[in-house]
């Protein structure tokens, strides 16, 4: 497997603030998908990406796969408690992993 | 939906000894699981990919003699830490995934190995 850049690594925000990470590949990618861990638990599959410059909504969350297929972001609007964990992406493009980096989210009441 | 199985979820024991560790697909078939290591506050790292039938494909520096996998059946695979040493202490997880074309990963739970 590849890493795939994510940023940022850490996030720090108040409750009700907005979220957002982003993962950046020089790789063109066939498809992104965007997995949950919560502290202490397994990794939890939120959505896939598939097409060029697609966007999908999961209530506050957001998803975007650029149009180069390079690029991916997952944002959340108004963070809540339960938000807290660490978001990471991943494609399997060919016979490759790409693995993003992760970000952890830490949200303050 | 789809479910791995991973046994044990903690194991704790001397330096010299060797762990295996269980990851099984409940319901569906895995030609292909996935076996990462993760140490506290950081993301995944992909050791080694289990081929059912084959040999498995390991990352750039896992030793392949020291983390020995077998992937026996379309539902099996199991990752042995050989002569486990504190060094190797740390979340062990496996995924898999039906077939087909960008199938997400179903993850296990994971296990804790403490090497004292």
């Known amino acids: 497997g590849q890493q795939v850049m994510q940023i940022p690594q850490y996030q720090h925000v108040q409750e009700g603030e907005d979220f957002t990470t982003y993962c950046n590949s020089s790789?063109?990618?066939?498809?992104i998908q965007w997995y949950k861990q919560r502290p202490g638990g397994h990794p939890v599959f939120l959505i896939q990406?598939?097409?060029?410059?697609e966007v999908k909504k999961q209530k506050r969350l957001t998803f975007q796969f650029g149009e180069a297929k390079k690029n991916s972001s997952l944002h959340i609007t108004a963070t809540q408690t339960t938000d807290v964990g660490t978001y990471f992406c991943?494609?399997?493009?060919?016979?490759?992993?790409?693995f993003g980096t992760g970000t952890s989210l830490t949200v303050i009441p | 939906g789809a479910v791995v199985s991973q046994h044990p979820s903690r194991v704790i024991c001397k330096s010299g000894t060797s762990v295996k560790i269980e990851c099984r697909s409940l319901?569906?078939?895995?030609?292909?699981m996935f076996w990462y290591r993760q140490f506290p506050k950081q993301s995944l790292m992909l050791m080694a990919t289990?081929?059912?039938?084959?040999?498995?494909?390991?990352e750039q520096g896992v030793e392949k003699d020291k983390f020995l996998i077998n992937h026996a059946s379309l539902t099996l695979s199991t990752l042995t830490v050989t002569s486990a040493h504190p060094e190797d202490s740390s979340f062990y997880i496996c995924?898999?995934?039906?077939?087909?074309?960008?199938?997400?990963?179903?993850f296990g739970d994971g296990t804790r190995l403490s090497i004292l």
């Open positions: 995924s898999a995934s039906p077939a087909g074309a960008g199938q997400p990963q179903h």
């Open positions: 790789t063109t990618l066939s498809n």
């Open positions: 990406l598939v097409k060029s410059g």
């Open positions: 991943l494609s399997n493009t060919g016979n490759q992993f790409y």
């Open positions: 319901d569906f078939q895995a030609t292909t």
């Open positions: 289990s081929n059912e039938g084959s040999k498995a494909t390991y």
